[in-house]
């Protein structure tokens, strides 16, 4: 099989997805369901028809664009990722997933080759938390580990449904269609940007992604008492920020000592009322994004932080409740497609390593149905979810062609028609 990437054609069409943010470049935001996701999901579909490729798309948006394979009533080989971003991110995170996959295929459609197994392209929604809080909204779905019931529930920040967005966006049809049956996909891979610095760093040019870490998301309000920031001495404050600032203190000190080194947290938001200079904040919101690559020691960290909840809460006559979004348990990849990557790097001389993913990505999801596993290419100095995120041309092709390779095999693998 002769496969050849179109590297430049590639790189073009990334950089025009770039251009659909509601922010002027180098910055890309693409919330789901804004105008600019929107334009931009147009975009991905007319890039997929040019291929000749069937589209469809769910109750809340995830895309499924087919090659047909010669044994269609196999079950197809899924790969794909997301083209949401959150606020201030660059141009790749997600969107090498979907357009590599696109290349892909199209370079195993110059070849000749011909899948047994049907090939489909996902393009899952919202995998990023930005809109409604929770991480891989579409893939969560689709594995069945988020309800239509819960997501029904779900309300962005203006306190707009899920219900109303979607349909907004042109998606619509009962939530209970999206899951899918497990067998529905043989296998799933999925392409990405490693996120971090250990490709670039040990000069390779692909990972191969053989455990997924475990995200856990807490929202925490604090509702302490208002006053004059002059008048209020300090000894009568309940002030909700210093206490928001101890509990921030507080999960930092618990996460290095109960943790390891791969148990990591972040308070990504706060939100402070009334939230002005002369006034003693009230009440504050906070976010808590807590992950390890061993679910139980997660586990135990996110106890100890609920016990330091109800610790400052008391000494500091401050109420402090928490809602928990999602505890999700980590994925172990296929060993099957892990060594069919392995085995194609080899055989091409391609310098790789096996390693374990610290961002969760829709595959997290999809390994809840399907064997499944990623192909990792660097980005320069492992930035990402930033706008001065960048994979080289070259790094994203070799990605391309790595993938073809492993959705041609898998497309083949088990079936005799
Ligand atoms: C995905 O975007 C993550 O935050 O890991
Ligand atoms: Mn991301
Ligand atoms: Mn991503």
């Known amino acids: 099989m ?8 590639l790189q073009n069409e990334i950089d025009k997805l770039a251009s659909f943010s509601s922010e002027p470049a180098p910055v890309v935001t693409r919330v789901v369901f804004s105008p600019a996701d929107q334009e931009a ?13 069937e589209v469809r798309s769910d109750a809340i948006g995830n895309t499924f664009a087919r090659w047909i394979g010669s044994n269609s009533e196999l079950a197809a080989v899924g790969t794909g990722s997301h083209i949401d971003a959150i606020p201030n991110a660059g141009r790749y995170d997600g969107v090498v997933g979907v357009l590599g996959a696109l ?11 011909q899948p047994k197994r049907s090939i489909e392209i996902l393009l899952f929604t919202a995998e ?3 809109r409604f809080g929770i991480g891989c909204l579409g893939s969560r779905m689709l594995s069945g580990t988020l309800t239509p019931a819960a997501a029904g529930k779900l309300r962005d920040a203006d306190e707009r449904s899920l219900d109303e967005l979607r349909t907004e966006a042109g998606f619509s049809g009962p939530l209970e269609e999206v899951g899918l049956p497990r067998g529905y996909y043989a296998h799933f891979v999925e392409l990405h940007i490693e996120q971090g610095p250990l490709l670039e760093r040990e000069g390779l040019a692909i990972g191969i992604v ?7 998301a807490l929202n925490i309000s604090i509702e302490g ?7 209020v001495l300090m000894p009568d404050r309940r002030d909700a920020f210093t206490a928001a600032a101890e509990l921030a203190l507080a999960i930092e000190s618990l996460t290095c000592k109960t943790g390891g080194i791969n148990t990591v947290a972040t308070i990504g938001k706060c939100d402070l009322f009334p939230g002005a200079v002369n006034s003693i904040p009230s009440r504050v919101k906070l976010t808590l994004d807590l992950r390890d690559t061993d679910g139980p020691r997660r586990d135990a960290v996110l106890q100890s932080v609920l016990q330091a909840c109800s610790e400052i809460a008391a000494r500091r006559g401050v109420k402090i409740e928490t809602e928990q979004v999602n505890a999700d348990a980590p994925a172990h990849c296929s060993p099957k497609i892990v060594e069919t990557v392995s085995e194609i790097c080899q055989a091409r001389g391609i310098p790789h390593r096996t ?6 990505h829709d595959s997290l999801f999809l390994s809840r149905i399907a064997p499944a596993a990623m192909i990792f290419i660097p980005c320069r100095n492992g930035y990402s979810h930033r706008p001065d995120e960048y994979s080289s041309p070259e790094q994203i092709a070799t990605g391309a062609l790595v993938l073809a ?7 083949n693998d088990g079936a005799v028609a």
């Open 225 to 231: 008492e208002g006053g004059h920031a002059g008048t």
């Open 41 to 53: 999901r147009g975009y991905v579909n007319k890039l997929f028809e040019n291929a000749g490729i």
């Open 2 to 9: 002769n496969l050849q990437i179109d590297q430049q054609r």
């Open 405 to 411: 390779e492993t959705l041609a095999r898998l497309a």
């Open 355 to 360: 390693m374990v993913s610290r961002a969760y």
């Open 103 to 113: 290349e892909a295929v199209r370079a195993l459609q110059r070849s000749g080759f």
């Open 128 to 130: 990023e938390p930005t």
């Open 210 to 216: 053989q455990s997924i870490a475990a995200p856990a």
